[in-house]
């Protein structure tokens, strides 16, 4: 089955900095990609995703890299903020009826201000 | 207005007792989740309902048994209650695009 590995565990950043988060998959019948933010005590939150037909997605500060061919794709958040602090997951799935999103491990992001 | 609803939000009880978690989503999905988030915060799907009918149905101990009245509903029933299973279990329902969006969390501690 489907292996999300996520780095880094932790990640600490200087507010205004640039922070990123990589992921790599295994399976490569896998063709959507989410990301969710989760606040402490909070429920998981949709902030970006992208098909594999696409290499990169972006919305304001946030943006999103596929790499097919690797098998991996990353988290870019510009300009950071102090309420960008939180707990990040990167997920894949394939289509087939039902999205199983397989999670990676998490990676907890601290802006310090 | 809220999109996926649960209850309760906290859950505290013996070993070896029998509890419910239910699910409520008002967006129209035909497709609902269950996922376990352990301590170390590590997201896991247990079950997936499409319009009522089991569709997933990863490695979880037949003591958990979900149920699904309506396409808005997802039920979570786990007998026999073990330490193990305290977590929190988040519901979630998707989008025919994929997105999922997840409910606020049930936090079951078991004593």
């Known amino acids: 089955g489907e292996n999300v590995e996520q780095h880094p565990s932790t990640l600490s950043v200087q507010e205004g900095d640039s922070a990123v988060i990589k992921c790599t998959y295994s399976?490569?019948?896998?063709?959507?990609f989410p990301w969710y933010k989760q606040e402490l005590g909070k429920r998981p939150q949709l902030i970006i995703d992208?098909?594999?037909?696409?290499g990169e997605k972006k919305d304001q500060r946030i943006a999103v890299t596929l790499n097919k061919t690797a098998k991996h794709f990353s988290l870019h958040i510009t300009e950071t903020q102090p309420e960008d602090s939180a707990v990040y997951f990167c997920?894949?799935?394939?289509?087939?009826?039902?999205?199983?999103?397989?999670f990676g491990q998490g990676t907890r992001l601290t802006i310090n201000p | 207005d809220t999109a996926v609803s649960q209850t309760p939000k906290y859950l505290v009880t013996q070993m070896g007792n029998d509890k419910s978690i239910k699910c409520e989503q008002n967006?129209?999905?035909?497709?609902m989740y269950w996922y376990k988030q352990d301590s170390k915060k590590f997201l896991k799907i247990m079950f997936s309902y499409n319009n009522k009918e089991l569709i997933i149905n990863e490695t979880v101990p037949n003591r958990f048994s979900p149920k699904s009245p309506d396409k808005a509903h997802l039920n979570l029933h786990i007998n026999s209650l073990e330490l193990g299973d305290s977590a929190v279990y988040f519901c979630?329902?998707?989008?025919?695009?994929?997105?999922?969006?997840f409910g606020p969390g049930t936090r079951l501690t078991v004593l």
């Open positions: 979630a329902s998707s989008h025919p695009s994929g997105k999922q969006f």
């Open positions: 992208i098909r594999s037909n696409v």
């Open positions: 997920a894949a799935s394939k289509d087939q009826g039902a999205q199983k999103l397989v």
């Open positions: 399976d490569s019948a896998s063709n959507y």
């Open positions: 967006l129209g999905h035909d497709t």
